[in-house]
C-alpha cells in the first residue's frame, strides 16, 4: 500500500512546476519501473487519473499559466506521451490537443527566436540548434513551413 500511495505521488509530481520535484519523480517513476521489471508506464496507469486533466492540458489553458507551470506541463506531456507503451498520446483532430500542441511549437519557434539577440552565442550553440531543428522537422514532415526556420535563419545570420 505504501508503494501504491508513493507512486501516485510520483505520478502526480510528473507535471510539478518545480524541475527537481518533476525531474526526481521521473527519475524516481524510471527506478520502481526497473525494481519491478515493468514499463513506467505499467506502473504509471493505475494512477492515470490524476494526469487526466493535464496530459494533454484540457483544462488547462498553457498561456494564462506561469512559465514554470507551462514547462511542468509540457515536460510532463513530453515524458508521458514518449513512454512505451504510451500512457497517453496526442490526436491532433481532438481541438485541445491541436491547440496544445500548436501552442508549444510555437513556444519553441519563440525560444529558438530569442537566441539571435544573445550577445555572442558560442560557436558550440549552433550545430545542436541546427541538428536538433532538423531532427523535429523533418519527424514531424514540416521541413517547408516550419515555424523554427524562420528564427534558425535569424540565428544563423547573426552567428554563421
Known sequence: MAVHAATHELVREVTSPNSTVRNQAMRSLRVLARAATSSVAEIMEPH??????????????????PANVQIG?????????????????????ILEHKDFFSKEMKIC????????????????????LVDIVMKIESVMLIEAGSPFRDPLIKFLTRFP
Open 48 to 65: 492515470k487519473e490524476v494526469l487526466q486533466d493535464m496530459i494533454p492540458p484540457n483544462k488547462h489553458v498553457l498561456e494564462h499559466q
Open 73 to 93: 506541463l509540457m515536460e510532463g506531456n513530453t515524458f508521458c506521451t514518449t513512454l512505451r507503451p504510451r500512457l497517453f498520446s496526442m490526436d491532433l483532430n
Open 109 to 128: 519557434a519563440s525560444i529558438i527566436n530569442l537566441l539571435h539577440v544573445i550577445p555572442a552565442a558560442p560557436q558550440s550553440f549552433v550545430k545542436p
